[in-house]
């Protein structure tokens, strides 16, 4: 079992940065990939980014189209720790951001955008963006 708790949601305005942080409670934590999904009101839950487990060498990342070049998802396996920094914010990043964990492997980059991939999920954080 895997505890993902996630933080950083805030209200920014238009063009802002903002960091999310998820904190994961597991010894295995090199042994899973992570990623992050939003949810928007009305909405269903779309994936944002997501970053491989650790085998030694760089993790490979992947992103939605839509936040590719604004966010930057990492993983910090000492603290385990994953983050997503976002910049230039738009009013329509505004949604429920949540952090997933999935086995390894199972992971790759063909399915990492898929939720039925990830096997825990946190609660979320809210992040609003004001126009």
């Known amino acids: 079992q895997v505890q993902l708790v996630e933080s950083g949601g805030a209200l920014v305005q238009a063009g802002d940065s903002l960091s999310l942080s998820c904190a994961a409670s597991t010894t295995l934590f090199l042994s899973y990939a992570m990623g992050w999904f939003r949810q928007a009101p009305g909405k269903e839950r779309e994936f944002v980014a997501a970053i491989s487990y650790s085998d030694g060498s760089k993790e490979p990342t992947h992103y939605a189209d839509s936040v590719k070049g604004r966010f930057t998802i990492s993983r910090d396996n000492a603290k385990n720790m994953v983050y997503l920094q976002m910049v230039s914010l738009k009013p329509e990043d505004t949604a429920t951001y949540f952090c997933?964990?999935?086995?390894?492997?199972?992971?790759?980059?063909?399915?990492?955008?898929?939720?039925?991939?990830?096997?825990?999920w946190g609660q979320g954080t809210q992040v609003t963006v004001s126009s």
């Open positions: 997933a964990a999935a086995m390894g492997h199972k992971w790759h980059q063909g399915v990492a955008a898929t939720s039925i991939t990830y096997d825990y």
